[in-house]
């Protein structure tokens, strides 16, 4: 009912910049925050940046200054610019929507997952 469909990773050179979007489609009826972490292989999942409907945004340190978060509320969609990067942000990026109201439930989604890799 509700998908989360991730686009704009890929492999980029250290210092470069790529721009990830998500996309929530379904019945929607509003979402409450929405985000962006990520998984290295053989390490934990991590928070990388989050903004609520209002435009809070949350960054992880060792994003800070370098990523930005942004939210199209109308498209249901959620943006993360990637500057500056680094071999060490080399992860697979997940969208992650929290607080999904639908006409039948409200919960959280994630996304399949968009391969980022940086070479150094």
């Known amino acids: 009912q509700v998908q989360l469909v991730e686009s704009g990773g890929g492999l980029v050179q250290a210092g470069g910049s790529l721009r990830l979007s998500c996309a929530a489609s379904g019945t929607i009826v509003s979402i409450n925050a929405m985000g962006w972490y990520r998984q290295a292989p053989g390490m934990q999942r991590e928070l990388v940046a989050t903004?609520?409907?209002?435009?809070?945004?949350n960054y992880a340190n060792s994003v800070k200054g370098r990523f930005t978060i942004s939210r199209d509320n109308a498209k249901n969609t959620v943006y993360l610019q990637t500057d500056s990067l680094r071999p060490e942000d080399t992860a697979v990026y997940y969208c992650?929507?929290?607080?999904?109201?639908?006409?039948?439930?409200?919960?959280?989604?994630w996304g399949q997952g968009t391969q980022v890799t940086v070479s150094s």
């Open positions: 903004i609520t409907s209002g435009g809070y945004t």
């Open positions: 992650r929507a929290r607080g999904v109201i639908t006409t039948t439930a409200i919960r959280d989604y």
